[in-house]
């Protein structure tokens, strides 16, 4: 069977059997997160694995140290027999994928290797990759013997991907390209139902009615944990657990740079991560091992184990502080989150995706107060919008100033604050570079 994707791509087949696998896999673009995790997990399973990256990462030089072969470029004569896996970031023209003999997209093949597991998905607009480490962690903290596939580096995981004997599987359900609705969840959890990535889904309801699908997707609902407080589900009838209301609500909430705590159920909970968002995130997870049968104590001392995914909330030296937040909700739960500090620390902008930017650009100007704002990531994209007239309504709407991503180093060195970098890529990139040199 092939799947045709929303957008004009080449086809991709939508199954993967074990005869794809005896020559190995080739991952193009094998530096990026969920591709460094497949990578991992072909390294469990003895599965040669090669790669192509144009941009030499901290990724590239972890699998190349462990002796995976990798190419700085995407040339055809690099796949010959392989199985050829890709993203959606990878085009259609690509040589690599015009040479190979079949081609699948990185969630199928993900999709193949979880397929006997009891999958555990976590999906949402906001959140994945922070709740699936935290979920990840925790379960091996208690004991449980599990697989997983994260979006994010946790010192407290010390890989993104890694396939075991145990039964479950820990995976994210990304819903920017529908991956979600590939999953087979045994449990799940539902973090929002906000509306995002227009560029694909077109319209706004069509996304959200396929948190609905996933939601009855579910296998065993008792293990179904989501947001209660969302305002899409609060208009659906969702079997399940809802957190963020009645039992699974937190009280009390005090927040430190660095750490929250909170009150549940009257017991007081500690978690060495910052803001409202992550305390959410916390209770989800509370939520899903105590459907389980774990014992709240010994998810109290997981939780006060953990060590943080990076680029969210993370401290990166030098008064600096780098999350990810990109969407206009998640904006929002970090100022608000920082709203006491706000004397202390500047707040510096880098939009993902001019069309996310173009297409949310009200609720933007609602949640910024005024701010610096750099250069667009555009990640994969190639609109053909002109970024600049965006950047200028921006900065006129909300009484931001606009500093170019190449001036960044010199705003750093003469800005006095602690500084909270709103970052999806280029601007994280540039705060650690100048962190090195200080």
């Known amino acids: 069977?092939?799947?045709?994707?929303?957008?004009?791509?080449?086809?991709?087949?939508?199954?993967?059997?074990?005869?794809?696998?005896?020559?190995g896999?080739?991952?193009?673009?094998?530096?990026?997160?969920?591709?460094?995790?497949?990578?991992?997990?072909?390294?469990?399973?003895?599965?040669?694995?090669?790669?192509s990256d144009t941009t030499c990462s901290k990724n590239?030089?972890?699998?190349?140290?462990?002796?995976?072969?990798?190419?700085?470029?995407?040339?055809?004569?690099?796949?010959?027999?392989?199985?050829?896996?890709?993203?959606?970031?990878?085009?259609?023209?690509?040589?690599?994928?015009?040479?190979?003999?079949?081609?699948?997209?990185?969630?199928?093949?993900?999709?193949?290797f979880a397929k006997n597991k009891k999958q555990i998905v976590v999906t949402g607009a906001h959140g994945k990759t922070s709740v699936s480490a935290l979920l990840s962690h925790c379960m091996m903290e208690c004991g449980f013997d599990i697989s997983f596939a994260v979006g994010g580096w946790s010192k407290s995981l010390g890989r993104y991907g890694k396939i075991s004997s145990g039964e479950y599987f820990i995976l994210?359900?990304?819903?920017?390209?529908?991956?979600?609705?590939?999953?087979?969840?045994?449990?799940?959890?539902?973090?929002s139902c906000d509306v995002d990535h227009l560029a694909f889904w077109k319209e706004g309801s069509k996304l959200q009615d396929s948190y609905i699908e996933f939601a009855k997707k579910v296998e065993t609902k008792k293990h179904f944990v989501f947001h209660g407080d969302d305002p899409f589900l609060a208009l659906h009838k969702v079997e399940g657990i809802p957190y963020g209301e009645g039992e699974y609500r937190a009280d009390n909430i005090e927040l430190e740079v660095g750490a929250s705590s909170f009150s549940l159920r009257e017991e007081r909970v500690h978690l060495p991560m910052f803001g409202v968002y992550n305390i959410q995130n916390a209770i989800a997870v509370i939520a899903l091992l105590e459907s389980f049968d774990v014992p709240f104590e010994k998810i109290k001392r997981a939780l006060a184990t953990f060590k943080g995914v990076m680029r969210r909330m993370e401290y990166l030296g030098e008064n600096i502080y780098s999350d990810y937040a990109h969407h206009p909700r998640e904006v929002e739960e970090v100022l608000k989150s920082v709203e006491k500090f706000s004397e202390e620390v500047a707040v510096v902008f880098e939009p993902h995706r001019l069309s996310r930017f173009q297409d949310e650009m009200e609720e933007f100007v609602k949640v910024f107060p005024p701010v610096v704002i750099t250069d667009v990531f555009e990640a994969s994209e190639d609109t053909g919008v002109d970024s600049k007239p965006l950047l200028k309504e921006f900065c006129e709407r909300t009484g931001s100033i606009y500093v170019p991503l190449n001036e960044v180093k010199q705003y750093l060195q003469k800005e006095k604050k602690k500084v909270l970098a709103l970052s999806a890529g280029s601007l994280d990139k540039k705060l650690r570079e100048f962190v090195d040199e200080v």
């Not at 997990?41 to 790669?51: A, E, F, M």
């Not at 190419?71 to 896996?85: A, F, N, R, T």
């Not at 990304?174 to 979600?180: K, L, Y």
């Open 172 to 191: 994210e359900g990304d819903e920017s390209d529908g991956s979600h609705l590939k999953t087979n969840p045994y449990a799940a959890i539902l973090t």
């Open 1 to 23: 069977m092939i799947e045709m994707g929303k957008e004009l791509m080449l086809c991709c087949f939508e199954e993967v059997v074990e005869e794809d696998l005896t020559h």
């Open 60 to 112: 590239v030089l972890m699998l190349r140290s462990r002796g995976v072969k990798i190419y700085p470029s995407h040339k055809k004569e690099q796949v010959g027999e392989k199985l050829l896996c890709r993203t959606r970031a990878v085009k259609d023209d690509n040589e690599e994928v015009l040479a190979a003999k079949k081609v699948v997209y990185r969630s199928t093949l993900l999709a193949f």
């Open 25 to 51: 896999v080739h991952l193009a673009g094998i530096g990026g997160v969920g591709m460094t995790a497949l990578a991992e997990i072909l390294l469990d399973l003895g599965i040669p694995v090669s790669g």
